[in-house]
């Protein structure tokens, strides 16, 4: 199937009489006539669902979906997308362990490897996303377990040059764990260059209707964590699981399996099966989204480029753009969010979100509705002015995620706004 196809009839196949559409299992357990069926699903020897924090037949399929679309060896849904950072990050490391992580990321996933990763014992050194090759090895130490980046990065909207950053990191013997939140894997599917794991918030494109939260892990089943020196873990039993050996029971679906064994079961960041279900209808038109929200965010940004009020703009689908070359190589178009100064700073930046009137001010980013932010007083408002730059977020940055309306009616209010 391709992609398109995939969007609509990938992860779920009903046999005769079952329903069309994916059914909600609204169910928190899952009844069986003997206690050997139960063990076998304990020890992972049997398929089949027993409690919905480790898995549920709603949130199955739609796993099976976003690993089809992604091009990886399995998936496991949380319940945001900080949950799924967070999850990707403790499947690899632990107290005493390090991070080399690029620092124009989103604000809170940057409070998350800044703050709360520190005060587990995590180590992180941030980089700029165009690091150079020698610089990026540098930063690696005996104790790194991996390198992590935004694929597209918010909203600084840098653009990962992934080929550079997956052969330092597999020169390592580490993985690369890439956010594709903004490209989504219609745009951009990063396994394909190198990537190891991904991670998604699914309640931006992937829903596209901002009605549920929720986060994706895609296991790329490339990285060979059987003969990883860096991570034994995946090697060696665990004994928090009757000495389970992820990597010879799992071969190359070692590290999504551990993901929901180890972390899913003792932290339960598990996504609602009603947040699936609706996470699956988003998913079912995510190809023709995708064109769209490009379409109007090229039109806008071209239209801005040259006005007489606008002192910058920020769109790597722009030919004057820093990383048109990159989006070029990586990226089948530039998503849907831009950036952009206007002339008078941040008094004039918040009068003009405040005269909108179609597009709205709001927090939540890349939906089907026009929404628009001003991140250094919100998003990114508990960095200081150095971390700020370091983020790529000036003070007088308005951040544009255009929806899929009319271009037109879209330019209209700005005009109208300035």
Not at 9 to 28: D, F, H, L, N
Not at 315 to 323: A, D, R, S, V
Request: proline share 5%; aromatic share 8%.
């Amino acid at each position: 199937m391709r992609f398109e196809t995939k969007c609509i009839q990938a992860g779920y196949s009903p046999k005769s009489g079952e329903p069309r559409v994916v059914p909600i299992a609204q169910s928190t357990t899952f009844k069986y006539d003997d206690a050997k069926t139960m063990g076998d699903l304990f020890n992972f020897d049997a398929a089949g669902h027993f409690y919905t924090r480790l898995s549920n037949p709603t949130l199955e399929a739609v796993e099976n979906k976003i690993a089809q679309l992604e091009g990886g060896v399995g998936a496991m849904l949380t319940s945001s997308g900080q949950a799924a950072s967070m999850t990707a990050v403790v499947n690899l490391c632990g107290t005493g362990d390090h991070v080399v992580c690029t620092g124009a990321i989103y604000g809170g996933t940057f409070n998350l490897f800044n703050v709360s990763l520190r005060k587990l014992g995590i180590d992180v050194t941030f980089v700029p996303p165009d690091i150079s090759e020698s610089e990026l090895s540098a930063a690696i130490k005996p104790n790194t377990k991996l390198i992590f980046s935004e694929m597209l990065t918010n909203a600084s909207l840098a653009v990962l040059d992934i080929e550079l950053f997956a052969r330092v990191a597999h020169e390592n013997g580490l993985p690369l764990v890439v956010d594709n939140t903004f490209p989504t894997p219609a745009l951009c599917r990063p396994f394909e260059w190198g990537a190891d794991i991904i991670v998604h918030s699914t309640s931006k494109y992937m829903d596209g209707h901002a009605v549920a939260l929720g986060g994706v892990i895609v296991d790329g089943g490339v990285f060979d964590f059987a003969n990883s020196a860096r991570h034994p873990a995946f090697s060696q039993p665990d004994e928090s699981y009757h000495g389970l050996i992820y990597t010879e029971k799992f071969g190359k679906a070692a590290f999504i399996a551990k993901a929901r064994a180890q972390c899913m079961r003792d932290m339960g960041f598990q996504q609602s099966p009603q947040n699936a279900f609706l996470l699956n209808i988003g998913l079912e038109t995510l190809a023709l989204r995708m064109q769209r929200h490009t379409e109007n965010a090229t039109a806008i940004a071209k239209h801005l480029e040259n006005h007489p009020k606008i002192s910058w703009v920020n769109y790597p689908g722009l030919e004057t753009n820093k990383y048109h070359t990159l989006a070029k190589k990586y990226l089948d178009g530039a998503s849907g969010v831009l950036s952009f100064g206007i002339k008078g700073g941040f008094e004039s930046a918040c009068a003009f979100m405040e005269k909108l009137k179609l597009i709205a001010p709001v927090v939540h980013v890349a939906d089907c509705r026009s929404g628009v932010l001003h991140p250094a007083s919100t998003t990114h408002r508990q960095l200081s002015e150095d971390q700020l730059k370091a983020c790529g977020v000036p003070a007088d940055m308005i951040r544009l995620s255009v929806g899929i309306e009319n271009a037109a009616d879209i330019i209209e209010d700005i005009e109208q706004a300035l």
